[in-house]
């Protein structure tokens, strides 16, 4: 794990309001995953800046335990033209912590990294968490996921 400040970035792709604590998202978020791919949503997302997939946890009503959007998309240039049916979202700059994590994504390895996070002191500043699919997570049998925590200083 490691600290570091990023900086604001704009992301367009689909969204789903869910929550953990009725486990919802347990179903909600595969959903969304299945939707992403199955409507080709890659090819109608404008000005993609990165091959990279994101998957973002924001407005929280509170903590994880609280209704909250996830969106997953790609970085793009700007939040100009933002398609029908697709969302844009600038994710806030500020300090973030990353942890990767290593193993079979169809075993769970990121929903088990955030079991942890869920159990951790980490403090948290809920303003928006995601996770990077990038070419280090092309086989899901042996992928590293970067996930980025918005926490307070």
């Known amino acids: 794990m490691k600290n570091q400040i990023i900086h604001s970035f704009p992301v367009i792709g689909i969204t789903v309001r869910t929550s953990n604590a ?19 949503i890659a090819a109608q997302i404008p000005g993609v800046i990165s ?3 994101y998957s973002i946890y924001t407005a929280y009503d509170g903590d994880y335990t609280q209704p909250y959007t996830t969106l997953i998309g790609y970085r793009v240039e700007n939040l100009d033209h933002i398609p029908e049916g ?3 979202l600038l994710i806030e700059g500020g300090s973030y912590q ?19 996070i869920w159990n951790s002191d980490i ?28 926490v307070k200083l």
């Open 22 to 40: 009725d486990g919802s998202a347990a179903k909600d978020i595969p959903e969304l995953w299945d939707r992403f791919w199955s409507a080709n």
């Open 86 to 88: 697709l969302s844009g």
């Open 98 to 116: 990353q942890r990767s994590v290593k193993g079979n994504l169809l075993k769970g390895v990121v929903f088990d990294a955030w079991v942890d």
């Open 51 to 53: 091959n990279d997939v």
């Open 123 to 150: 403090p948290r500043a809920y303003t928006s968490d995601f996770e990077v699919y990038g070419e280090k997570a092309q086989n899901p049998e042996d992928a590293v996921v970067d996930i980025y925590l918005s």
